[in-house]
């Protein structure tokens, strides 16, 4: 079965800082998703990646996905408080979505 | 974007008793949405497929006769939680995937607790 490693699980990053937030399949992926969660509200849908190599950015997070398209990066630049939350990957390894699995999340604080 | 929308937010409910959960897609027409459990400080979990006028596809481990899904609209898609339990408490939330599109779009999620 597909598994997703995110890493860091917690990251607390003073405003103002550039992070990292790195999502590992066990698997070649189809699609790999990128949300931002408030721990018991909404996901809201950041970026698919699906091709190998791709990168997309959006405002301050730019997503990659490496060339085996197991391994994803998600990069935020010059961080925010705006920007804390969970932030999840979700992998879809049958490019139908029914099977989408996602990660653990990792958990951002951005102190002002 | 679009708008998938969940009623209610939270709900708490005795234990024994049944809760329904809807999720509505507002501007599109949904053939498949799916629901998601989430436990604190855990993953979400797909729980099942539900499909637009047939039977909803179930996880492995998720029991189909507790968690009724019914999918009778193309804008509507129901979680019946039955004979809930204080195990049941949880966070759900479902999602829909916009036709054509390949990205999904969440509901805000239902908190339930069962006293």
């Given at each position: 079965?597909?598994?997703?490693?995110?890493?860091?699980?917690?990251?607390?990053?003073?405003?103002?800082?550039?992070?990292?937030?790195?999502?590992?399949?066990?698997?070649?992926?189809?699609?790999?998703?990128?949300?931002?969660?408030?721990?018991?509200?909404?996901?809201?849908?950041l970026m698919m990646l699906q091709k190998g190599g791709?990168?997309?950015s959006h405002e301050k997070i730019t997503a990659k996905l490496d060339e085996k398209k197991q391994q994803s990066s998600l990069h935020i630049t010059a961080s925010q408080p705006s920007?804390?939350?969970?932030?999840?990957?979700?992998?879809?390894?049958?490019?139908?979505?029914q099977k989408v699995t996602f990660g653990i999340g990792t958990k951002l604080q951005v102190i002002p | 974007g679009a708008v998938v929308s969940q009623h209610p937010s939270w709900v708490i409910c005795k234990s024994g008793?049944?809760?329904?959960?809807?999720?509505?897609?507002?501007?599109?027409?949904?053939?498949?949405?799916?629901?998601?459990?989430?436990?604190?400080?855990?993953?979400?979990?797909l729980m099942a497929t539900s499909n637009e006028g047939s039977k909803a596809t179930y996880e492995q481990g998720v029991e189909k006769d507790k968690f009724l899904i019914n999918h009778a609209s193309l804008t509507l898609?129901?979680?019946t939680v039955t004979s809930a339990h204080p195990e049941d408490s949880s966070f759900y939330i479902c999602s829909a995937?916009?036709?054509?599109?390949?990205?999904?779009?969440?509901?805000?999620?239902?908190?339930?607790?069962?006293?």
């Open positions: 079965s597909q598994e997703l490693e995110q890493s860091p699980q917690s990251l607390i990053v003073q405003e103002g800082k550039n992070l990292t937030i790195n999502c590992t399949s066990s698997k070649t992926l189809y699609g790999l998703y990128w949300y931002k969660q408030k721990y018991g509200e909404g996901l809201i849908f791709e990168e997309k920007h804390a939350g969970i932030y999840l990957c979700g992998a879809d390894g049958s490019g139908g979505y | 008793t049944s809760v329904k959960i809807e999720c509505r897609s507002l501007d599109f027409q949904a053939t498949t949405m799916f629901w998601y459990r989430q436990f604190p400080k855990q993953s979400l979990m898609s129901t979680l995937i916009l036709p054509g599109r390949t990205e999904a779009f969440f509901g805000q999620g239902t908190r339930l607790t069962v006293v």
